[in-house]
């Protein structure tokens, strides 16, 4: 099972931009599905985007769409979240999930994914 490590989080104004990372360990991130949730004091954890190794397609909630970015670095085994535009309401903790038998399509569902890391705390606030 794949370990993953999450970073670059932090404090940022409105408008602001941060790039997270999710760096894996114990495994390849080749053919596996990785995904990055949030989740806000008091609410349920959401899937934010997600990207499939063996083909590189990518997906995106509607609350990030023209602000994210997802992308990987097959060769170091790292997966990033590019986060511009940032509003007040993403702020949240963000993890990054993984599992090597799923294809990501759609909604996201957290049950799906198999290995987590800790989570990275994202702040937007002025």
């Known amino acids: 099972q794949v370990q993953l490590v999450e970073s670059g989080g932090g404090l940022v104004q409105p408008g602001g931009s941060l790039r997270l990372s999710c760096a894996a360990s114990g495994s390849t991130l080749g053919y596996h599905a990785i995904g990055w949730f949030r989740q806000a004091p008091g609410k349920e954890r959401e899937g934010v985007s997600c990207?499939?190794?063996?083909?590189?397609?990518?997906d995106y909630a509607d609350s990030v769409k023209g602000r994210f970015t997802i992308s990987e670095d097959n060769a170091e085994n790292l997966v990033y979240l590019q986060m511009n535009s940032l509003k007040p309401e993403d702020t949240a903790v963000y993890y990054c999930a993984a599992d090597p038998d799923l294809y990501c399509s759609g909604y996201m569902r957290d049950t799906d994914f198999t290995s987590w890391g800790q989570g990275t705390q994202v702040t937007v606030s002025s």
């Open positions: 990207i499939n190794s063996s083909d590189g397609s990518v």
